[in-house]
């Protein structure tokens, strides 16, 4: 058993006769040790990462050993996000829109280059350069693709980061409600809500730069030709 397994801590002495039936751990301790050892991933997959995160699932590998084997189609009843895959501008509204619909706590996983920085795509006109320009991400899986074991290993990387949470401090446990993450806009490009004042302010800079050029809609964005 690894150390970050014990729930007992060593400290106290348990008498031999009730080893077996009785642990004393803080609070911190058994939320962190539930956790991390019952992680549901959300079942969806978005390119060929993704057939390397089925065969984690797959008897080889077999990640339930970890504690993740219940894939969930639903994202309230999952609470890791594995990024698998390219990550393209018409897909990023449903991913920040299904991990809005995740309950808490949660996490994400970027599995491979794409999910992680764009990847072999980065500079694609149709491809976001990494699913953290929308979404938390807490642990990154380097490869194209990553291996099976890979995944593994970004697995045990997130339980490592599960155990230094406390309850005083990780966000799920404040009073006040999480703000869900803005849904981007997918026009003739992709818009992120959260940059709307600036794109404003730009093109309002450019029409007054080339004011024949420009042309203005109804929200007060202009357009340059
Ligand atoms: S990182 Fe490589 S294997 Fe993974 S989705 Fe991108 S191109 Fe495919």
């Not at 409600?177 to 309002?204: F, N, T, Y």
């Not at 007054?208 to 042309?215: I, V, W």
């Amino acid at each position: 058993m690894m150390d970050e397994d014990r729930l007992s801590r060593e400290e106290f002495s348990i008498p031999v006769e009730l080893q077996r039936q009785v642990a004393i751990a803080t609070l911190d301790k058994i939320y962190n040790w539930s956790r991390r050892n019952s992680l549901w991933p959300m079942m969806f997959g978005l390119a060929c990462c993704a057939i390397e995160m089925i065969g984690a699932a797959a008897g080889r590998y077999d990640f339930s050993r970890f504690g993740t084997e219940v894939m969930r189609p639903s994202p309230r009843q999952a609470d890791v996000m594995i990024v698998s895959g390219t990550v393209t501008k018409k897909m990023i509204p449903t991913i920040v829109r299904l991990y809005n619909q995740m309950g808490e706590p949660k996490y994400v996983i970027a599995m491979g280059a794409c999910a992680s920085g764009g990847g072999p795509f980065k500079e694609g006109y149709n491809v976001v350069p990494g699913v953290d320009r929308f979404v938390p991400v807490d642990v990154y899986i380097p490869g194209c693709p990553p291996t099976p074991q890979a995944l593994l290993y970004g697995l045990i990387a997130l339980q490592k980061k599960i155990d230094t949470e406390s309850i005083k401090t990780a966000r799920w446990y404040k009073k006040e409600p999480s703000v869900p993450i803005p849904i981007p806009v997918l026009g003739p490009d992709l818009i992120d809500p959260r940059d709307l004042s600036a794109i404003k302010e730009r093109s309002q800079k450019k029409s007054q730069e080339e004011p024949e050029a420009a042309t203005g809609d109804e929200e007060g964005i202009v357009h340059v030709s």
